[in-house]
């Protein structure tokens, strides 16, 4: 390919997790010009709950009413912990303007506190989530005050049980009871998902025969639940007609993964990407990165055959072990790109504990890239490996965002603050 047929962009972002998509984001926002390679990461396996942090210090497994306290005392006893470097005022904003975009593209949450909120689950547990779906809010305030709740579920629908739920929480919660019903139109079948439901709700007259099948049902209750399938693209609209057919507050419950609220994450963050004019190579990954002077060079495989992108900086988004970011053989874990120097226990042995379930958790799960305060990967020497490469999300070593239930956090945080330092390195030499 001859020069004049690279594309070149301020930003490329690799990996289109929750962190590529954030500094995709971000980076538009702030007017670069952006592309970003890789496929849809964890995003489809999430609840559509975006947690900040919950839980700290883990050994404890400390449950924290505040996200922001919580943060605080990392930043007192955990200060390499990549959430613990990032100033609570830019963790807000990052948090508006993120939800304030998943808003614009059909996918609202309830306005940002300071707090975070009490969430059922498909198995009757408690998730601690800071930032909660506007579909999922009436369930926090009806579990928060044990209001009377029926929960409905669908005969066939796997891997969700009302009635699990409610002998979960029988003793803590007298008024909530369950029912399971037909879901209309798909009687003949023996398994139903969630997906084609949620599909089959999107239409006025499926909906209305729900409606008509759950009314009868309501007894005493102040608030229905049900699982999470209220529409996909549409799940705004699905949900408004549920609570006007009911006459009463409707709230989800995330499913098991892959969930619907997860599709919606998704396709609202695809589109979201497209509005701002972010370029995406959703279907391409980066088989090579060069670095040349100021321009970094990158290599792209994938359904279009091999292209050649040139950016000012990079931002690498590639995710632990499931991502691809980090691989492990038998000795040691490498970051699979570049070959960064990865921190990581120094013996095979130390990787995990010997009980699974050790609440301290296993240090593997600590593994991943140190950077400097500006979010650059270190070398062997412990300088940044390039100037315009840097590194966010779980990639980044020091956090078990499974444990703390910070995965989200994490990944905008982070990518916020490594835009703001990625502008300041470009504006800085623009100026020269
Ligand atoms: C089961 C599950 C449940 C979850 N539940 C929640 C939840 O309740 N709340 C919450 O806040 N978050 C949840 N999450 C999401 C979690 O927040 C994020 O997945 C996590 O923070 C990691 O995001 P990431 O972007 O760093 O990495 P990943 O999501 O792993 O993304 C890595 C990306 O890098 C790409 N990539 C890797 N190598 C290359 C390459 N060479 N070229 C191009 N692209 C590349 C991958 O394709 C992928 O797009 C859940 C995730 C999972 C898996």
Not at 76 to 101: C, K, M, W
Not at 166 to 173: G, S, Y
Not at 293 to 320: F, M, P, Q, Y
Not at 364 to 374: E, P, S, V
Request: glycine share 10%.
């Amino acid at each position: 390919m001859s020069d004049n047929q690279i594309q070149c962009y301020d930003v490329a972002v690799i990996g289109a997790g929750m962190a590529g998509m954030a500094a995709a984001l971000f980076a538009a926002e702030r007017g670069l010009s952006c592309i970003q390679i890789g496929s849809g990461g964890g995003i489809l396996f999430a609840s559509g709950l975006l947690d900040l942090l919950a839980v700290h210090p883990v050994a404890e497994h400390r449950l924290w009413p505040s996200p922001y306290e919580a943060v605080a005392a990392l930043a007192r006893e955990q200060a390499g912990h990549p959430l613990a470097r990032v100033d609570a005022a830019s963790i807000r904003t990052a948090f508006e303007t993120f939800v304030a975009a998943l808003t614009s593209a059909g996918m609202p949450y309830a306005p940002l506190g300071q707090r975070n909120s009490s969430v059922i689950t498909s198995i009757g547990t408690v998730k601690t989530s800071f930032c909660v779906p506007q579909t999922m809010i009436a369930g926090v305030d009806a579990l928060a005050r044990r209001l009377p709740c029926l929960l409905v579920d669908f005969r066939g629908l796997r891997e969700f049980s009302a009635r699990q739920i409610t002998e979960t929480l029988a003793d803590d919660w007298p008024a909530l009871r369950h029912q399971r019903i037909e879901f209309a139109g798909f009687e003949a079948m023996p398994e139903l998902y969630a997906a084609h439901l949620a599909r089959a709700l999107e239409n006025r007259e499926a909906r209305e025969r729900m409606i008509a099948r759950i009314k009868p049902l309501l007894g005493d209750a102040r608030v229905v639940g049900l699982p999470a399938l209220l529409g996909i693209g549409r799940s705004g609209e699905v949900h408004a007609a549920f609570e006007a057919g009911l006459g009463l507050p409707v709230f989800e419950i995330p499913t098991m993964p892959t969930s619907v609220p997860g599709l919606r994450l998704l396709g609202a963050l695809e589109a979201v990407m497209s509005a701002r004019g972010v370029t995406r190579r959703h279907q391409s990954s980066v088989r090579a990165l060069r670095f040349d002077g100021s321009k970094a060079l990158l290599e792209l495989e994938g359904v279009r055959g091999g292209e050649h992108i040139e950016a000012s900086a990079v931002v690498l988004a590639t995710g632990r072990f499931s991502g691809r970011g980090l691989n492990a053989d038998q000795q040691s874990v490498r970051e699979s790109l570049l070959g960064l120097p990865v921190q990581q226990p120094l013996a095979r042995e130390a990787w995990h504990q010997r009980d699974f379930l050790d609440p301290t958790g296993h240090a593997i799960n600590r593994a991943g890239l140190t950077t400097d305060d500006a979010w650059r990967p270190l070398d062997a020497s412990g300088k940044p490996a390039w100037p315009n490469l840097f590194a966010i999300g779980s990639i980044l070593a020091g956090q078990d965002w499974m444990r703390e239930k910070c995965g989200s956090g994490l990944a905008i945080a982070t990518a916020w603050s490594a835009i703001e330092q990625l502008m300041q390195q470009l504006h800085g030499a623009q100026a020269r």
